[in-house]
């Protein structure tokens, strides 16, 4: 039986291992009070034990004792639910009395109150074993895992983790993507029972239970030749990447936050090549001060350690709003006032984080790019709106590097048909497969009905990118490209023959995309 | 049982942090039942979550309520403590 989800990276095979075989929709009969009362202690019991090892739990301990979480509980089993049902209600009801407060801690005790409540659901449905039974190389196979779950497991037992709950940016997906655990998620476990011999390839998030011999044996060899490589590939990822030409190419990377920045650094990138800036944005709800965000982007500057940082402007719009700015709703967000539009109509936007970019410039190799151009009248004025925010800080005698350069995305056909004309304007170019495909075939990335004509690797997006690089190349400008074609290693060669200058990749890919280049 | 109204002062209110700190010495007098009373609901002072759900701000009033246990002392040690929250 093959089950698929969305995956991680990586490759395993292994024996499944189910903390609890859950049936949320059994029919309880008994007393609900006491079946209630009795899981309570137990998870009581334990969370003490685990209290006295790490600290994070006193804090589970002190929600699950809270008396509004019992008093709320034993109302709803009053209406006659079932105690599982009581508690999950009991849950949603308190968290989303907190939910709109806006307070860090508060959220971390939301957290807790969430984590609390399904240990009580567990223990309900009858936990039937503890993670201390977890043997070597077991495929931990879960409704979801809870980060006081991955605390409490040896992670070094685990092979591959499989979950119906959870996205690819989910805690289950971080946790095992820093200790290189395949993870797949959204996956309809109902069919998997312990013991269960499961493959799980996360690449493709495909999970086989109980394979066939044919099955087993070639899934074997996949693993062995994974194994092979990939520990080589690994330990040359701080080298450069050079063609068989002679040719070095920067492996650059894609970064969201400071983290994402430090892992890049530590998986052996070049740099920085797109570091998105929304997040800055979504820190708290106002507009963040330019002094908040140029400190931000020095640290990411300084985190870089000398390499090349690329900080992409602000790139919201109707498709991604910021709360505490008005954008009128628009009938079609994605040709609406989105990316360097938005900017140039909110200078009051627009400058201070330019303002913090140039500051930042002090500290390290930094360099400024524009989303979404389509035309060489918008690459101008934010141009513009760069050469006024350098004069201001001249003026009040504050560092920046004169010299910063400035690149933009291209992303739209109209930059494409432009590409000489905006290369003219500007020192680099870096390539978004991901919005240029939409744009290029006319079809919504999210709309499955057209996601045959979604497709990177298409014709009229590797000409439209031809175009691009030649067109760049003539003006003598660089050309990076930073969407997901960039890490796909079955267009590595392709790019090359193109004559890309740059990749930039999710972090886990720049080992492998590197290798991919030198041969 | 004793009680007495006191005016939050604390500028950002009584948010998570400080009644986090709240519950720890409420808890500590074991012999006492202490809540807390606004004209909508009454909680204990021993459940963080319930206070949180009060959403005391900077100027609400609350009535702080003692029962069992050295009263007098109890409800001069906490009514003290919120007033010098001020964070």
């Known amino acids: ?519 | 049982m004793i009680s007495k109204n006191i005016t939050i002062t604390a500028p950002n209110g009584l948010h998570a942090r400080p009644v986090g700190d709240l519950v720890k010495l409420v808890k500590s007098f074991a012999d006492s039942t202490v809540t807390l009373a606004t004209p909508a609901k009454t909680v204990k002072a021993s459940s963080m979550l319930s206070i949180l759900s009060l959403g005391l701000k900077q100027g609400s009033v609350v009535e702080l309520k003692v029962e069992g246990g050295d009263e007098n002392q109890v409800l001069e040690t906490i009514s003290s403590f919120i007033s010098s929250i001020n964070e």
């Open chain 1, 1 to 519: 039986m093959t089950i698929k989800g969305i995956g991680t990276r990586g490759l395993a095979a292994g024996r499944a291992f189910m903390k609890a075989e859950m049936h949320m929709d059994v029919i309880f009969c008994g007393d609900a009070t006491a079946a209630f009362r009795e899981a309570f202690e137990a998870v009581h019991e334990d969370l003490e034990r685990l209290a006295e090892q790490e600290e994070v739990f006193s804090a589970h301990l002190e929600m699950l004792d809270d008396p509004m979480l019992s008093e709320s509980v034993e109302a709803f089993l009053e209406e006659d639910m079932t105690p599982v049902a009581a508690v999950e209600a009991a849950c949603e009801q308190i968290c989303g009395m907190f939910a709109e407060i806006d307070d860090e801690y508060l959220r971390a005790r939301v957290d807790d109150v969430r984590d609390v409540c399904r240990r009580l659901e567990r223990k309900l449905c009858g936990d039937i074993r503890t993670w201390d039974e977890v043997e070597p190389g077991s495929v931990i196979v879960a409704d979801e895992l809870l980060p006081s779950d991955t605390a409490e497991l040896d992670l070094s037992n685990v092979s591959a983790i499989v979950t119906r709950k959870g996205s690819r940016t989910s805690h289950v997906c971080i946790i095992a993507g820093n200790h290189g655990i395949p993870a797949v998620v959204g996956v309809e476990i109902d069919g998997i029972h312990q013991g269960d011999i499961i493959l799980v390839d996360a690449y493709s998030g495909e999970v086989v239970v109980n394979p066939s011999l044919p099955q087993m044996k070639e899934f074997e060899a996949r693993l062995d030749a994974e194994e092979a490589s990939s520990g080589d590939v690994y330990g040359r990822r701080f080298d450069p990447a050079v063609t068989s030409e002679g040719k070095f190419v920067p492996v650059l990377a894609n970064a969201g936050n400071l983290d994402e920045i430090v892992c890049a650094m530590e998986a052996g990138a070049d740099g920085i090549g797109l570091f998105r800036t929304e997040f800055v944005f979504m820190l708290s709800n106002q507009l963040p001060s330019e002094l908040i965000q140029f400190e931000i982007y020095r640290d990411a500057v300084l985190a870089c350690k000398g390499k090349p940082l690329t900080i992409r402007t602000l790139d919201v719009g109707g498709d991604k709003p910021l709360a505490y700015i008005e954008m009128p709703k628009e009938e079609n967000p994605f040709l609406g006032l989105r990316g360097i539009r938005f900017c140039l109509s909110h200078p009051e936007v627009f400058c201070p984080q330019l303002r913090a970019i140039l500051r930042a410039s002090a500290y390290g190799k930094l360099r400024v790019m524009f989303p979404m151009v389509d035309t060489v009248g918008e690459l101008s004025q934010a141009i513009a709106y760069l050469e006024e925010c350098k004069s201001q800080l001249r003026e009040e005698g504050l560092a920046f590097d004169p010299d910063i350069e400035v690149g933009i995305m291209v992303e739209t056909p109209s930059a494409v048909i432009m590409a000489d004309k905006l290369a003219q304007n500007c020192s680099f170019f870096s390539i978004g497969t991901n919005d240029l495909t939409q744009y290029v075939m006319a079809a919504d990335r999210g709309n499955a009905s057209v996601s045959y004509l979604y497709d990177a690797l298409s014709q009229p997006v590797v000409r439209a990118v031809a175009m691009t690089i030649d067109a760049a190349h003539r003006e003598g400008v660089r050309v990076a490209m930073c969407g997901e074609m960039a890490s796909d290693p079955a267009a590595t060669e392709l790019l090359l023959g193109l004559g890309l200058d740059a990749f930039s990749v999710a972090a886990p890919q720049v080992a492998s995309v590197k290798e991919k280049i030198r041969k």
